[in-house]
């Protein structure tokens, strides 16, 4: 796992470092390794949207088109909107709603319009045409849906994971297809990403 997260450390995604480590059937060879990063030639979103992550850019602007439109979970009519994208109405037990309007309207978060290869799909293109049947993957994060399907395609038996995934279906998927879903034991993930912090 510390070789995965490693390999975390050269991504400049501005929203999550991932790292990925394949290795063979007894647990001992590594066969490839990846990070999320924008496609070779492309730079980072760092460098291209100012500092923006681009999906949450396409998110914002939608959203900001979508007006006005009425809070979901309060009622609250909104004619105008901008960051943080939280609504500032009441609910009828005279609370604050908070209704984070990106997750409440794109609860996938945008993951389908990333413009980065994931660390496990790099991974996995790495192999360079070896066999990943029965392989295990470690990740520092669960895979999302996209990755998914590249892991049971690609045969690998067993994910292990430090950091969980909000997207259920990406859990679904893999068990369904037979791959065995592991947290990685011995660290918390926040005691882990401590120790394992990338120096400045």
Same mark, same amino acid.
């Given at each position: 796992?510390?070789?995965?997260?490693?390999?975390?450390?050269?991504?400049?995604?501005?929203?999550?470092?991932?790292?990925?480590?394949? /290795?063979?059937?007894? *647990? @001992?060879?590594?066969? %490839?390794?990846?990070?999320?990063?924008? $496609?070779?030639?492309?730079?980072? !979103?760092?460098?291209?949207?100012?500092? /923006?992550?681009?999906? *949450? @850019?396409?998110?914002? %602007?939608?959203?900001?088109?979508?007006? $006005?439109?009425?809070?979901?979970? !309060?009622?609250?009519?909104?004619?105008?909107?901008?960051?943080?994208?939280?609504?500032?109405?009441?609910?009828?037990?005279?609370?604050?709603?908070?209704?984070?309007?990106?997750?409440?309207?794109?609860?996938?978060?945008?993951?389908?319009?990333?413009?980065?290869?994931?660390?496990?799909?790099?991974?996995?293109?790495?192999?360079?045409?070896?066999?990943?049947?029965?392989?295990?993957?470690?990740?520092?994060?669960?895979?999302?849906?996209?990755?998914?399907?590249?892991?049971?395609?690609?045969?690998?038996?067993?994910?292990?994971?430090?950091?969980?995934?909000?997207?259920?279906?990406?859990?679904?998927?893999?068990?369904?297809?037979?791959?065995?879903?592991?947290?990685?034991?011995?660290?918390?993930?926040?005691?882990?990403?401590?120790?394992?912090?990338?120096?400045?």
């Amino acid at each position: 796992m510390a070789t995965a997260v490693s390999q975390s450390h050269a991504s400049q995604c501005l929203q999550r470092k991932v790292g990925a480590l394949i /290795v063979d059937e007894e *647990n @001992r060879i590594p066969l %490839s390794v990846g990070y999320n990063e924008n $496609p070779i030639g492309m730079e980072s !979103c760092f460098s291209l949207y100012d500092q /923006v992550c681009y999906k *949450n @850019r396409v998110i914002e %602007s939608r959203l900001e088109k979508m007006v $006005p439109f009425f809070c979901p979970d !309060c009622g609250k009519k909104h004619d105008k909107i901008g960051p943080p994208y939280v609504c500032d109405g009441t609910t009828d037990k005279k609370q604050p709603c908070r209704c984070n309007f990106r997750r409440k309207f794109f609860p996938s978060r945008g993951i389908e319009l990333c413009t980065a290869i994931h660390a496990e799909e790099r991974a996995i293109l790495s192999l360079g045409g070896r066999n990943a049947n029965g392989c295990t993957i470690y990740v520092n994060t669960f895979p999302c849906f996209q990755c998914a399907r590249q892991i049971v395609n690609a045969r690998i038996k067993k994910v292990v994971y430090v950091e969980a995934y909000p997207i259920e279906e990406a859990v679904d998927f893999l068990k369904t297809n037979h791959v065995v879903i592991e947290p990685f034991e011995g660290f918390k993930p926040r005691v882990f990403n401590q120790v394992f912090r990338q120096v400045e």
